[in-house]
């Protein structure tokens, strides 16, 4: 079992900041990538950006520039910065995490709870 506790979420102004955290607990031998998705209102849950375990990164489009994954490895805990906030960052934003139980084990993939975050109109 791999539990995920989101954190960061919140109300904000446009152009402000916001930091969510992701943290992995459980039975977890590897983790080879964590990511964020948000899914808005209407539409269909999209990928924000990944971070993978050699340290490579993907981001939409949208959010380049603007928002930065990042990894403690050894917290197995995902961070997301997102700066320059717009209305359109409005979105439930999911935390996604994958990787092996064991040595021996086929992947998994995990998601968390979900975390609001709203940017005030």
């Known amino acids: 079992q791999v539990q995920l506790v989101e954190s960061g979420g919140g109300l904000v102004q446009s152009g402000g900041s916001l930091r969510l955290s992701c943290a992995a607990s459980?039975?977890?031998?590897?983790?080879?990538?964590m990511g964020w998705y948000r899914q808005a209102p209407g539409n269909q849950r999209e990928l924000v950006a990944d971070i993978r375990s050699g340290g490579s990164s993907n981001y939409a489009d949208s959010v380049k520039g603007r928002f930065t994954i990042s990894r403690d490895t050894a917290k197995d805990t995902v961070y997301l910065q997102m700066n320059s906030l717009k209305p359109e960052d409005t979105a439930v934003y999911y935390c996604?995490?994958?990787?092996?139980?064991?040595?021996?084990?086929?992947?998994?993939?995990?998601w968390g709870q979900g975390t609001q975050v709203t940017l005030a109109s």
């Open positions: 459980g039975s977890i031998f590897s983790i080879h990538v």
């Open positions: 996604s995490v994958g990787g092996r139980y064991s040595r021996d084990s086929g992947f998994f993939t995990c």
